[in-house]
Nanobody, 119 residues
């Protein structure tokens, strides 16, 4: 079983919404809440970039390009982090990856989920 599993991608028109989920089924609660959990995306021909992150269950950061449109949240009892994406734009298209960084230096990536926004 994978450490990190993403779901929720799809195809929408500009202005639409999607919610991505990132589940860490093998992670115990105390580790989950201490991890830095981030959503990244990679567009064709571009480098992977950080979209949003939750650090240690508290501090939240967003890329400037998604502020006011995307919301990252955590449901600890389900070991799941969500990325609610609203008012999607064609430039949001890409493969979205979830990443868990643990306090002891382990780094886990999901398999990625495709998001396609058409104009």
């Amino acid at each position: 079983q994978a450490h990190v599993v993403e779901s929720g991608g799809g195809s929408v028109q500009a202005g639409g919404s999607l919610r991505l989920s990132c589940k860490a089924p093998r992670t115990i609660l105390s580790v989950f809440t201490s991890n830095t959990i981030g959503w990244y995306r990679q567009a064709p021909g571009k480098e992977r970039e950080l979209v949003a992150s939750i650090i240690g269950g508290g501090s939240i950061k967003y890329a400037d390009s998604v502020k006011g449109r995307f919301i990252i949240s955590s449901e600890n009892t389900k070991r799941t982090v969500y990325l609610q994406m609203n008012n999607l734009k064609p430039e949001d298209t890409g493969v979205y990856y979830c990443n868990h960084q643990t306090l002891n230096g382990n780094d886990y990536w999901g398999q990625g989920t495709q998001v396609t926004v058409s104009s």
